[in-house]
């Protein structure tokens, strides 16, 4: 099984979990720049850090044999801190630009304040303008209302769906994502959000189109192993190896193939 894991903070994650990423199936990784638990007080941080995983990260995913991508953007988080957020947002094209960018994001919400708005808005005029698209957050704290108001804006900007990922997604979130024509993420943790057995239900209710899975693993309680866990359980359940591929390497291959930067090849060293 060959995996493309969609979203998951190797910064945050030892060299050994790209080992056990490699021997679990996974050829490419996308890392998207996020909050880092500590507010940063200045912009050259987040610049340091955008560096890192475009290049450093990069860099340690390969000498495991996985492809590492990247995307870029001002986290919902820290859109409210005044100090860094628009110094962050003008800094920002320099790393759109970057061969290793195939995405803006995570953009979104936190806690759906007006800074957030403006911030996520100015961000989707960035990803048109460079021709990328987008991943979004939805809040871990009123998760419908931040989905209905991400799918509002989408609209409201034209921004096409089949461009846009929102994610962590859950049961109350996946229909309405999936009837306005979006990807729809979903992260899996091993105390929180969803499990294995969650997931599996999603997938038995909504099937395979425009569905992803991730570990996002990121400082807390998480499992760089979420996405491998997930392949189990859809066998358990008698999903075809073909519809299990679909979602753990074919839709998100193809959701970042429209940066038009994302590359495989079967044998990289050949």
């Known amino acids: 099984m060959r995996i493309l894991e969609p979203h998951i903070h190797m910064y945050s994650r030892v ?44 860099n340690r995913a390969a000498n495991h044999g996985i492809d590492h991508y990247c995307t870029i953007a001002l986290n919902p988080k820290e859109a409210n801190d005044p100090r860094v957020a628009d110094a962050v947002l003008e800094a920002l094209p320099k790393y759109l ?87 729809a993420g979903h992260t899996v943790y091993p105390k929180t959000k969803l499990s294995p057995e969650r997931f599996a239900n999603i997938v038995d209710e909504f099937g395979y189109e425009r569905i992803l899975v991730n570990s996002s693993a990121d400082w807390g309680a998480s499992d760089a192993l979420s996405v491998p866990k997930c392949v189990l359980e859809l066998r358990r359940r008698g ?11 074919d839709n998100p291959f193809s959701f970042y193939s429209k940066s038009g930067k994302i590359k495989f090849k079967e044998n990289p060293t050949g």
């Open 15 to 58: 060299t050994d979990d790209y080992d056990s990423l490699a021997l679990a199936g996974c050829r490419i990784c996308v890392e998207p720049a996020f909050w880092l638990g500590q507010p940063r007080t200045n912009v050259a941080t987040f610049l340091d850090y955008f560096d890192a995983i475009l290049e450093f990260e990069c």
């Open 97 to 183: 630009q970057h061969p290793r960018c195939v995405a803006v994001g995570e953009i979104g919400f936190d806690s759906i304040t007006p800074a957030e708005d403006k911030a996520f808005q100015h961000q989707v005029k960035l990803a048109a303008q460079y021709k990328l698209p987008v991943m979004v957050h939805t809040p871990h704290r009123d998760k419908r209302r931040g989905t209905e108001r991400t799918i509002a804006i989408m609209k409201e900007m034209a921004f096409p769906p089949d461009r846009c990922i929102i994610d962590h997604s859950t049961e109350e979130t996946t229909k309405s994502i999936l009837d306005a024509g979006f990807f």
């Open 239 to 249: 999903h075809t190896e073909a519809n299990i591929q679909k979602i753990v390497w």
